[in-house]
């Protein structure tokens, strides 16, 4: 047997597998983590015009943790990461089935403005990407498209708790009229969470937040990951198994389209069932 | 072992070679210095006639003056009449002023309709079909501004209690805004299309509707960019001359409203050059000193308008 | 105060509320922008539709003219001249042609008009009373020429009679189209009661009808006759300017492309080169006609009103196009290409010229088509060499006197007989147009065959 037919065996098995986990978890009211369950998502599948990008993707996100996406490139992290808040509506020619729940409620609903939703689940890019306006004025963007604060000083209240909560406030307090796009990668990244925390998000996405950070902005920024674990729902995509093993308490692992494994974070790396994940682990693929 | 004739044949052939090489390379360099000689012909005659021109009336006079009134017998006479710049720049300003309120936000709606909200197929048709705009030589629209326009807007006027001159600077500005519309569409939208898409995600991730992302992402980012653009098409409205020759009234008058005939600079280059060549009075001159005023006024444009422009392409590389 | 960034369910259902309470004017913001980006495309288009139409609208009548179907009798008691002479035995070459042209002189001293109104009385009711002045205006004053020509061309005539097709003048023209307001008094009628009244029998008879306009094309301009006013001088001054904007800018922009993208060393003026080439395509067309006057004409003496420095200076003008769109298709062609070439030991001469040019010429002759088409519509320049001057032949040479289409569009539409030549100047500029359109039609059109063949 070829090594690709190999793969395609497996691949096969680990989709098995996935069907019979997810009616699993359909019965528990709440996860392996003993956390209520914020977001779930059933039989996801998306396609980039003729291509399909996802197949059929379960999964159930629990409330107040950090939940991470680990795969090798390609694999989908992104694509199903932007279902959740339907950032793919803005991509010409892709398509999404299946359906995604947050606190029950049907993210695809017709009835359901996708500018409310948006305002719920917040995203925070790979790259930092500041709009080329004040640090200020970066922060209030939200709040005062979304019109959530009543006067001035309620607005200078958000910017400013938000600065704090993302950690930036005491570096960038005398300066908050400078350009955004003046900071350091590791601000930038950090102004940006100011940024989605500011609209009073439930849940807040992040696709590989540290990519383009160094060492230290990127530890600065896991530590800020998991003070929000506390008030907020993560989901983060990330290249780094150490990262997902350090700040996640869950972990799902994708491979070509399909979600391989998904468990309590220790479980997965010290345990993992599928050879698959087994390999990528180990650092066998991708 | 040295049998020179294949080494000599072989140096024979390179250095033949090598001549045609360095023979090409001439020519090649001498046509391109066509370019330059074009501009420093320009420069030279430009400035050498001006100059002429300056030895008959004082620069002053030219650049400050108000009033406009060249006289052509000036053969028996020493007085060669006024030559006040200033009702033809006023005039050229109120024909640009009107082209650009008419042309940047049409050409800017359309550009930001066609770049963000056309299904690829739509901009594929509505987008050559503007850029007929840009092709059409301008003459005709001279002539469609003085047969059509001209006495559309006296009767409009006249409707609402206006009166309104059938050739004036807003019928010349108003049909040269019309040209210019592509120079503004095709540009800006070039530049919005170099806005990156993460700032485009940004705003949306945090729940923009489009509009909100255009307004207040997506047009200030792209500012400096738009800022150029505008700046290149001002340069084409003023150098403009067959428009405003046929539709802008030929009136060196310092005026106060757009709504009557003005005379540019333009319209006065082509009223002084024409029939006459000897180019040995003010009255011929006067052509050069006025292009010379154009072309800086221009050039200045252009320069500011490409440095901003190169500006905003490298912020985003 | 509440906490404005509250994480508990209560805070953000309150928030949830906030936003809600937005979204129906946020939407209608989004409707409103969006069909302000539609009304102003609409404009646009809107703008292109209307100049066609009022366009095609004033020159297409112009396609069709009142023609006057005439049987001319060369009567001789009306035209007392000599026999054309005969070449006799052992007279030399030069004395027979003298002989020939005096005899024609003396043809054209011959009073043609009274051939003329014999015609038109032969068809005139014979209850209408009108004097020869005012027969004399319904055919355009060419009308004794083209008799003449006829006859000069076959002295046979004589003591016949032969059928022409003469063009009725500009008045009658515009009275049979309806051009004048019939209900005007006499005072303000431009053709005196009994000719309008002659004409509108001609109309019903069939003697006048409308017919194709040959003579815009293959007349050459007329302040005479004005209803045989034609393009075909234009026409050649133009096609002569774009032979030599075809000669003389296509190599030297090719080339100078060829020496900044391929050999030029990189250096401050190779920079400088450039700058220089983007500014020159935006310095107004203008002062190309102020650099033309002045160096061309006035340092060189070349010829005023002539296609020459007409085509030189649109050449100075179109050079930037194609430079700039050479250099552009350079820059495309692939690395590997160049490195090939050059691996199987070409000289860098041989690999831009045998290889890497080939690629590129579809690109180039695709801009050199639409900067020749650019050029054809450039009038501005050419007013300042004395191409406005009124040229009343073709142009046998690039250094005759010479007009050019779209400065004859100028010349017409200044006419004073604005009736007429409203029409013809918009029919002037249907012609123009149509051979843009042509041009850029076959840039396309060669430009898809190239590419797919390549
Ligand atoms: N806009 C798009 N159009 C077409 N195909 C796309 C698009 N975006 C992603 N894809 C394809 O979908 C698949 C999944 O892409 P996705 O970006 O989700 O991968 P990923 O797991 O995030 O990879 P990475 O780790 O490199 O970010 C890939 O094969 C990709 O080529
Ligand atoms: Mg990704």
């Known amino acids: 047997m070829t090594n690709l037919e190999n793969a395609q065996m497996d691949m096969l098995a680990g989709k098995v597998k996935m069907t019979q986990q997810s009616v699993n978890t359909a019965m528990n009211p709440s996860d392996a983590l003993d956390r209520p369950i914020r977001l779930t998502a059933r039989d996801v599948t998306v396609h980039y015009g003729a291509k399909q990008a996802l197949h059929g993707i379960s999964i159930d996100i629990p409330d107040r943790a950090v939940t991470s996406f680990i795969g090798p490139s390609g694999c989908g992290k992104s694509t199903f990461l932007r279902c959740i808040n339907r950032m793919n509506d803005t991509i010409e020619g892709a398509k999404v089935g299946g359906t995604i729940k947050l606190d029950g409620e049907d993210v695809y609903d017709p009835n359901l403005d996708v500018v409310e939703l948006r305002a719920r689940i917040g995203m925070v890019f790979q790259k930092p990407n500041p709009f080329p306006k004040s640090i200020y004025e970066n922060v209030a963007y939200g709040p005062r498209i979304h019109g959530l604060a009543r006067n001035k000083a309620d607005l200078d209240e958000i910017v400013i708790s938000s600065l704090r909560k993302a950690g930036l406030f005491e570096e960038v307090k005398d300066r908050l009229g400078e350009a955004g796009t003046g900071l350091s990668g590791g601000q930038q990244q950090r102004l940006c969470i100011a940024r989605a925390i500011a609209v009073g998000p439930e849940v807040i996405l992040m696709d590989e937040p540290c990519s383009a950070l160094d060492p230290i902005a990127t530890a600065i920024i896991e530590e800020l990951i998991d003070e929000l674990r506390e008030n907020y729902t993560i989901v983060i995509v990330t290249h780094s198994m150490q990262q997902a093993a350090r700040v996640s308490q869950k972990t799902a692992f994708f491979h070509l389209g399909n979600l391989i494994e998904e468990g309590v974070t220790e479980d997965i790396f010290t345990n993992p069932v599928n050879k698959q994940t087994q390999d990528y682990i180990m650092g066998r693929i991708g | 072992m040295r049998s020179g004739s294949p080494e000599q044949n072989y140096h024979r052939f390179y250095s033949a070679r090598n001549d045609v090489e360095i023979a090409v390379n001439a020519l090649l360099m001498f046509c391109s210095a066509v370019a330059i000689l074009t501009t420093v012909g320009i420069v030279l005659s430009l400035v050498f006639e001006a100059i002429r021109f300056f030895s008959f009336i004082n620069p002053a006079d030219f650049f400050f003056g108000t009033v406009w009134s060249p006289k052509f017998s000036s053969t028996t006479t020493n007085d060669h009449g006024q030559y006040g710049l200033l009702p033809l720049l006023t005039g050229t300003l109120w024909v640009a002023t009107i082209a650009s309120l008419v042309a940047v936000p049409i050409g800017l709606m359309t550009a930001i309709y066609l770049s963000q909200y056309a299904p690829r197929n739509v901009r594929a048709v509505i987008k050559p079909i503007i850029e007929i705009l840009a092709g059409i030589p301008t003459i005709v629209y001279g002539f469609f501004a003085l047969v059509t326009v001209g006495p559309f807007l006296k009767g409009a006027g006249a409707l609402v209690g206006l009166d309104i001159s059938a050739t004036s600077a807003l019928t010349a500005g108003l049909v040269m805004g019309v040209m210019i519309i592509p120079f503004i569409s095709s540009l800006s939208d070039d530049i919005l299309n170099q806005v990156p898409l993460a700032m485009r995600d940004g705003s949306y991730g945090l729940g923009a509707t489009q509009s909100e992302t255009i307004r207040k992402v997506l047009l200030p980012s792209a500012l400096p960019g738009i800022v150029g653009a505008f700046l290149l098409a001002v340069s084409r409205a003023i150098g403009e001359t067959m428009i405003v020759v046929l539709a802008a009234g030929n009136s060196p008058v310092l005026r106060g409203t757009p709504l009557e005939p003005i005379s540019t600079i333009t319209v006065s280059i082509v009223n002084q050059l024409t029939g006459d060549t000897d180019f040995t009075g003010p009255q011929s001159l006067v052509a050069f000193a006025l292009g010379l005023t154009l072309f800086i006024m221009t050039l200045l444009l252009n320069i500011a308008a490409l440095y901003i422009v190169r500006r905003f392409r490298e912020q985003y590389e | 105060m509440t906490d404005l960034l509250g994480t ?71 035209l007392n001249v000599d026999p054309v002479p005969e070449r006799t035995a052992g007279q030399s070459d030069a004395d027979f042609n003298a002989a020939r042209l005096a005899w024609q002189r003396s043809v054209a001293m011959l009073n043609w008009n009274k051939v ?45 009679t032969r059928s022409f097709d003469l063009l009725a003048s500009a008045n009658v023209d515009n009275w049979v189209k309806g051009n004048i307001d019939r209900e005007l008094g006499d005072a303000q009628q431009q053709m005196p009661a009994q000719a309008r009244a002659l004409v509108d029998g001609w109309v019903a008879d069939g003697t006048i009808t409308q017919d194709f306009a040959w003579g815009l094309f293959t007349n050459v301009d007329s302040r005479a006759a004005p209803a045989s006013a034609g393009l075909a001088g234009a026409f050649m001054g133009s096609l002569y300017m774009m032979l030599v904007v075809i000669v003389l800018a296509v190599p030297i922009g090719v080339a100078s492309a060829i020496y900044l993208e391929e050999f030029a060393p990189k250096s401050r003026l190779t920079d400088l080169i450039e700058v220089n080439i983007n500014n020159l395509a935006a310095v107004p067309s203008i002062v190309f006609g102020l650099l033309g006057a002045a160096v061309f004409i006035n340092f060189f003496h070349l010829p005023r009103s002539a296609p020459l420095v007409g085509g030189l200076v649109l050449t100075l003008m179109t050079l930037p196009t194609i430079i700039i769109a050479t250099r552009a298709a350079l820059q495309g062609v692939s690395p590997a290409l160049r490195q090939a070439a050059l691996g199987l030991g070409a000289s860098k001469t041989q690999m831009v010229f045998h290889h890497v040019l080939p690629v590129t010429f579809p690109s180039i002759l695709t801009a050199t088509i639409i900067g020749v088409a650019q050029a054809l519509g450039e009038t501005a320049p050419l007013l300042l060499i004395g191409m406005n001057a009124f040229v009343a032949s073709v142009p046998g040479s690039i250094v005759d006197q010479a007009t050019a289409l779209p400065v004859q569009i100028f010349l017409w539409q200044g006419n004073e007989n604005r009736n007429f030549f409203e029409a013809r100047t918009s029919a002037a500029i249907m012609v123009l147009l149509g051979l843009m359109i042509l041009l850029n039609a076959v840039a396309i059109f060669l430009r898809t065959r190239l590419e797919r063949r390549a």
């Open chain 3, 116 to 160: 003329v109104e014999a015609a038109l009385r032969t068809v005139t009711p014979a209850g209408l009373e009108i004097d020869s002045r005012q027969l004399l205006t319904i055919p355009e004053t060419n009308a004794r020429h083209v008799i003449r020509e006829a006859f000069v061309a076959n002295p046979n005539l004589l003591g016949r």
């Open chain 3, 8 to 78: 508990g369910r209560k805070a953000a259902n309150e928030r949830t509320q906030l936003v809600r309470a937005g979204l129906r004017r946020r939407h209608r913001n989004e409707q409103a922008f969006r069909i302000l980006g539609i009304v102003a495309i609409c404009c646009a288009l809107g703008f292109v539709a209307l100049l066609f139409t009022d366009v095609l609208r004033k020159g297409i009548p112009a396609f069709h003219q009142a023609t006057l179907h005439l049987d001319v009798t060369y009567d001789p008691t009306l």
